[in-house]
């Protein structure tokens, strides 16, 4: 037996199939075939109260080459394509002005004859403005793609209609841009001349500057002076290379003298003074060195020879650094004076490379002042032709290089343009059946009602036991019968698990939800399986079994007071072998008086003295949520059965039930889901649970080993 709980987790459910969906669809079939026909019916009543509306379509082809009579001289302030030209003629062809054309053409009162328009609002006559306004809301036009032709076309109640105002504005339409072609001509004449006369002033202007320039420059010299200052300029940068490798020897020169001894250089060495010097310094120290071996230090001439030594010594150390600190300067003197020579070729160089691009500049001013001299006179060329083109253009004599031309004039149309029926329905099929299974899902998503043991499952967490078919659609009562017997399969297997139940409360969360049927079915199932059973109705307040049986309310339950443990049994009715019933005896509520109650009854006593005669005893007991005593009596029993209708019982009433019996911790035996409809085939049961194949096929195989 399963303790009360409160269904499948959050975020946890039953898998979607696609056939759920169809099931779904199909048990709302009636609100799609209504929603889908009431968009039908209302769109064919549509369809037929409205006008047809026609439409003649006429070919223009439109020339653009035509548009560029100002040539180079406005392309700069309109950047032209092809695409922003159609779509200008495109709104052109829609504007005002050319319906105004139209109703010059036309007479209004014909145009509102065409258009059946009736009388007016307000006035006699239609005003002009307004004519106008309805005719430019029923132009159409269109370019034609990858071509230069436009299609055109006026709405109307009837072709004839549609054809002539098409027609008629068309023709509006070619001298509407006959007439913007002479005034743009005319416009473009006179910039044309302006600009004309300002380009000979600035061609007057530049052939001055270029007689001026030639003058000045000495153009046909140019060239031969500048190649001779090339040829100076490649002698002086090859003096140039010179100088500085002549300065890198000075520089050198100068570094090796800074720093050398005196007496190691040539130019010393090899001076002949210095040399006279360098021999007397050397004799006197050989004389100097031959008498100390002779005399002591201190010997008068041995100190005057020293003295001798160190002015001879000393002049000529003297001398050498002379000659050294002269060769130094002189060699100074030469570095300076090749960097001297090295910039004065610099200076040489530079000057002769500003000549040059002197001479370059006003060669090059020369040929663009030339260049553009000689535009400016082809520019003159063409703008004069084009002035020529423009006036001819201005006289109005251009119907031949008009830019619209009339390709193909409109014909009365065979069929209207709206009301399109078959379109229109089709649509209104396609939308009412989108719309009705819409209306459909949200029907299902706002129904709370329990149709099969899935539902149970996401509400409580009792164990589904079976299901009960409808008796009134499912005409073999077998199949209900092996129902009864799967539930009393379980109601044995019991004795498995735990103490067998042998008092059994059925009962439902509301009235008219079959409880009192599964009992008695139950109970006859039981007895049928040779098991001595007691049915007890304590339903007081809505009696039934009088009518079930076929038998006296009285005596009953109610009329056991006092006598709970002294009950005679064979007081009341038994309907076969096995089967005794005890009605509620008594009638109900009497008017003026107070309810019946089972408040004196001692029911576990009654219940435990039956237990000693029979081995199952049944209760027939109220529904939980109407009146207390099924909460009373299900602390008296070893088990619940809890039965909810397939499409009557609400989750929220199924949920209050439980939630009733998890507060007194009542032992729930399951949940049996009755009167299943197993007849249609959308049915939930009859896609998954295929029982009626199975039962067939049972009972075809028990019928055939009878027969043997």
């Not at 799967?486 to 735990?498: A, D, F, H, K, P």
Request: net charge neutral; glycine share 4%; proline share 6%.
């Amino acid at each position: 037996m399963e303790r009360p709980g409160n269904g499948l987790p959050e975020g946890e459910g039953a898998e979607i199939h696609l056939r759920d969906y169809w099931f779904i669809i199909m048990r709302h079939r009636g609100v799609v075939v209504a929603t889908t026909l009431l968009a039908v019916f209302l769109t064919g009543l549509w369809v037929l109260v409205q006008k047809p509306v026609y439409r003649a379509l006429a070919a223009i082809e439109v020339r653009p080459e035509r548009f560029d009579i100002g040539g180079p001289i406005f392309q700069p302030m309109m950047p032209f394509t092809v695409e922003t030209f159609m779509n200008t003629q495109m709104n052109i062809a829609q504007s005002r002005a050319v319906a105004r054309m139209v109703l010059s053409r036309l007479d209004p009162r014909r145009v509102a004859s065409l258009l059946q328009l009736g009388r007016p609002p307000k006035g006699e006559a239609w005003a002009e403005e307004e004519l106008v306004r309805l005719l430019q809301d029923r132009v159409y036009a269109r370019p034609k793609r990858q071509t230069f032709l436009m299609e055109v076309g006026v709405e109307a109640p009837s072709p004839e209609a549609s054809a002539v105002l098409t027609n008629t504005w068309v023709e509006s339409l070619i001298e509407f841009n006959r007439q913007m072609e002479i005034q743009m001509s005319q416009t473009t004449g006179e910039a044309l001349t302006e600009q004309i006369q300002r380009l000979q002033r600035s061609i007057a202007e530049k052939e001055a500057q270029l007689a001026r320039l030639a003058q000045t420059a000495q153009v046909q010299v140019l060239d031969q002076q500048i190649n001779v200052a090339k040829q100076q300029m490649e002698t002086i940068n090859q003096r140039i290379l010179e100088a500085q490798n002549e300065l890198v020897e000075k520089l050198a020169h100068l570094r090796r003298v800074q720093t050398s001894a005196p007496e190691t250089l040539p130019e010393i060495r090899n001076n002949p003074a210095l040399q006279k010097l360098q021999e007397a310094c050397a004799q006197a120290e050989r004389e100097y060195a031959e008498k100390a071996r002779i005399f002591k230090p201190d010997w008068p001439g041995l100190r005057q020879l020293a003295i001798q030594r160190d002015e001879a010594c000393s002049g000529y150390r003297q001398q050498a650094r002379a000659l050294h600190q002269k060769l130094i300067q002189s060699a100074e003197a030469d570095v300076s004076a090749v960097r001297d020579k090295e910039r004065r070729l610099r200076e040489e160089f530079e000057a002769i490379r500003a000549e040059i691009d002197k001479l370059n500049k006003a060669a090059a001013d020369y040929q663009t002042l030339k260049a553009e001299l000689e535009n400016q006179r082809r520019l003159l060329d063409v703008m004069t032709e084009r002035r020529q083109q423009a006036q001819i253009a201005s006289t109005g004599n251009i119907q031949v290089s008009a830019l619209m031309r009339l390709v193909e004039p409109a014909q009365p149309p065979k069929h209207p343009i709206r009301p399109r029926r078959l379109l229109s329905l089709t649509l209104a099929l396609i939308l009412g059946l989108m719309g009705g299974v819409g209306l459909a899902f949200v029907l299902h998503h706002l129904d709370n009602k329990i149709y099969s043991h899935e539902d149970i499952r996401q509400v409580v967490s009792y164990p589904f036991l079976t299901f009960i078919p409808d008796m009134e659609k499912e005409k073999d009562a077998r199949i209900v019968q092996n129902a009864f017997r799967l539930l009393q399969g379980y109601v044995w297997m019991t004795q498995n698990s735990g103490p067998p139940v042998r008092s059994l409360m059925v009962t439902s969360p509301q009235p008219s939800e079959g409880k009192t049927f599964v009992a008695v079915n139950l109970a006859r199932t039981l007895a049928h399986a040779k098991k001595r059973v007691l049915l007890l109705e304590t339903d007081i307040h809505v009696p039934k079994f009088h009518q079930v049986f076929n038998v006296p309310r009285k005596p009953g339950l109610l009329d056991l007071r006092g006598q709970e443990a002294t009950v005679a049994w064979d007081l009341f009715p038994a309907i076969d072998e096995y089967l005794v019933v005890v009605p509620s005896g008594a009638t109900g509520r009497r008017s003026g008086g107070t309810p019946p109650s089972l408040e004196n009854l001692d029911m576990r006593r009654l219940i435990q003295r039956a237990l000693e005669t029979f081995d199952y005893v049944l209760l027939d007991t109220p529904p939980i949520l109407a009146v207390p005593e099924a909460l009373q009596l299900a602390r008296d029993v070893q088990s619940i059965l809890l039965v909810v209708q397939s499409g009557y019982t609400t989750r929220p009433a199924l949920q209050m039930a439980a939630e009733q019996l998890a507060r007194i911790e009542a032992p729930v035996l399951g949940v049996v889901l009755n009167r299943v409809d197993l007849t249609s085939k959308y049915s939930y049961y009859t896609y998954y649970y295929p029982y009626r194949y199975y039962y067939s096929y049972y009972f075809r195989s028990e019928e055939s080993s009878k027969r043997e």
